[in-house]
């Protein structure tokens, strides 16, 4: 079936630095791809959507500048978190959607966050 | 916009018990309705979707959903549950032709041994 490959599951990191985080799928392309962040005992919130090729698509609340996603192919989107601070500790989750009508979302693993 | 909406949090069921989880979506278009599960340390998965056709959908492990359109409403449901079935559930909807998917807030499901 379908794999997306998240990597790094997990990390910590200092206050004022920064981490990506990249999301692959293995044996399909995707043109597009999604960030989710999960606090605990929340349901994941969607934060962006990624094109291949374009800008991506934020939702509202969601600074575009302190969540960078690059979308260059059609197998790889990354998040990078700049600038991080303790509020952003959480667990991201990215998915993607095989290229085809009504295809349905194929999870990575997450990542965790640790901003200390 | 749409919401999704889970009655329930937590639930505790004992083995062989029947497990109904309710969800409720908000949306005034045609929808897709999803149920993912994701099981301690691992990644969501599918569990059934509901696009078009017979409302009442069957899954992996037994469970199936039922849409309701006059009622919004997509409800999990499985017979008898297993210790195995532990897990959180999470509904989700996106509008057909949309590929954003919106969740519940899911409910932990912890099937006593």
């Known amino acids: ?116 | 916009a749409q919401s999704v909406s889970q009655h329930n949090h937590h639930v505790i069921l004992s083995e062989a018990a029947s497990l109904e989880l309710g969800c409720n979506y908000s949306y005034g278009g045609t929808v897709n309705l999803f149920w993912y599960v994701q099981y301690p340390g691992q990644h969501l998965q599918l569990l059934l979707k509901y696009f078009s056709g017979d409302p009442l959908v069957k899954g992996i492990k037994g469970f199936e959903a039922e849409f309701i359109k006059s009622k919004f409403s997509f409800n999990l449901r499985k017979p008898s549950v297993q210790w195995s079935d532990t897990a959180e559930y999470f509904c989700a909807v996106n509008a057909v032709g949309g590929n954003k998917l919106v969740f519940g807030a899911g409910t932990i499901l912890r099937v006593k041994s």
């Open chain 1, 1 to 116: 079936g379908a794999v997306v490959s998240q990597h790094p599951s997990w990390v910590i990191c200092k206050s004022g630095t920064s981490v990506k985080i990249e999301c692959r799928s293995l044996d399909f392309q995707a043109t597009t791809m999604f960030w989710y962040r999960q606090f605990p005992k929340q349901s994941l919130m969607l934060m962006a959507t990624s094109n291949e090729g374009s800008k991506a698509t934020y939702e509202q609340g969601v600074e575009k500048d302190k969540f960078l996603i690059n979308h260059a192919s059609l197998t790889l989107s990354t998040l990078t978190v700049t600038s991080a601070h303790p509020e952003d500790s959480s667990f991201y989750i990215c998915s993607a959607q095989p290229t085809g009508a009504e295809s349905p979302l194929h999870f990575g693993n997450g990542t965790r966050l640790t901003v200390t």
